[in-house]
């Protein structure tokens, strides 16, 4: 639920309240809030969060259930794992080791995930894909409008929560479950595996939530997938280490992915896309590099149900990055025939 709050001595703000934790705020309501980023000023996370209601208790959880997700934190949640002993899954997960084939698209921003969908559709419309998110933005998965979005669109099946991140249709214990969940439980064509909404990032090498990128190429490798890395590319980003091809997808897939993958390399147009395909070469020398054309891709985006928006920068003022996941999106179709 999205709130209009008033703070004392502070003013009006926006406000953020997950009923299935703290219950359901109405109008009048006291709200305990934790203000952090209205206080750092955040773009994608600039919420209050509401913590409780002081003057009315949330439900008693119902239902089965014994994975704990958010550990050790006042707000933990026990939610039903597929994966788990009580789960009508758990029979058909066992002693699963294959997501036999399945394309499985890896990308390091959640921005990402529509325009990979929107390629992916434009070429082969009605492929079931599913949303593997593992923890390394936010942990709600209802925090991602445009998950909710494509799903109402009906161009996203189902989304598979993994590690500390709860709220999908079905939740996993590890990335690997979730992979296999989607997979044999939701019967995916395809899984899109990246963060949700919110990464974080230092300027340094190592330290960025987008290193998992690389990890997720090696479980849809180890599992028996077909691992497409999406590259982080932006012409608009002020800050040189992104552009080009970010120095976050050099090191996750450079670095970090010890499986071969597919990397896609658009063919972007003029000396912007000839620099593109010159920072991703050296990535040919773990992976396969496969240059994959963008016609008709930007229709494809601006047709999506979901607004293109990467740090506060749409589809014109970033063009590139969008065209560079929808390629990745497409390249899937084509392995799918």
């Known amino acids: ?35 952090t980023a209205l206080a750092m000023g955040l773009g994608t996370g600039g919420y209050a969060m509401v913590v409780a209601l002081p003057d009315r208790f949330p439900p008693d959880p119902s239902g089965p259930g014994h994975l704990v997700k958010a550990r050790y934190t006042p707000l933990q949640a026990t939610v039903l794992g597929a994966d788990e002993q009580d789960s009508p899954h758990h029979e058909l997960l066992r002693e699963a080791d294959s997501v036999d084939g399945m394309p499985v698209i890896v990308a390091d921003l959640h921005s990402a995930l529509p325009a990979i969908v929107a390629g992916l559709h434009r070429d082969r419309p009605g492929t079931r894909v599913v949303y593997v998110m593992p923890d390394g933005g936010a942990l709600p998965s209802w925090f991602s409008r445009a998950a909710a979005a494509l799903r109402e669109a009906g161009a996203l099946a189902a989304v598979v929560t993994t590690g500390q991140a709860f709220g999908g249709d079905l939740e996993a ?21 990246a963060q949700g909404p919110g990464n974080l990032g230092t300027g340094t090498r190592w ?44 090191t996750a897939y450079g670095r970090v992915a010890l499986t071969r993958a597919q990397v896609v390399v658009p063919e972007l147009p003029g000396e912007f896309g ?16 496969v240059s994959v054309p963008v016609d008709g891709l930007e229709e494809a985006l601006r047709a999506s149900p979901v607004r293109m928006s990467t740090m506060g920068r749409g589809l014109d003022e970033d063009l590139a990055g969008f065209l560079t996941a929808a390629a990745a999106g497409r390249h899937a179709a084509a392995l799918l025939g």
Do not use: C, K
């Open 1 to 35: 639920m999205e709130l209009d709050v008033e703070i004392d001595h502070d003013g009006a703000a926006r406000a953020l309240a997950y009923p299935a934790l703290v219950g359901s705020p109405q109008v009048g309501d006291a709200v305990l809030l934790n203000t």
């Open 173 to 193: 214990v590890t990335l690997h479950t979730g992979l296999l969940a989607a997979r044999l439980v939701l019967e995916a064509e395809v899984a899109v595996v």
């Open 207 to 250: 330290g960025f939530s987008g290193v998992s990128a690389g990890e997720a190429v090696n479980a849809a490798g180890v599992l028996g997938g077909r691992p497409i890395a999406s590259l982080r590319v932006s012409e608009a980003d002020a800050r040189e280490r992104h552009q080009g091809v970010s120095h976050h997808s050099l």
């Open 274 to 289: 000839a620099r593109v395909a010159a920072d991703a070469a050296p990535l040919g020398e773990r992976h396969e590099l």
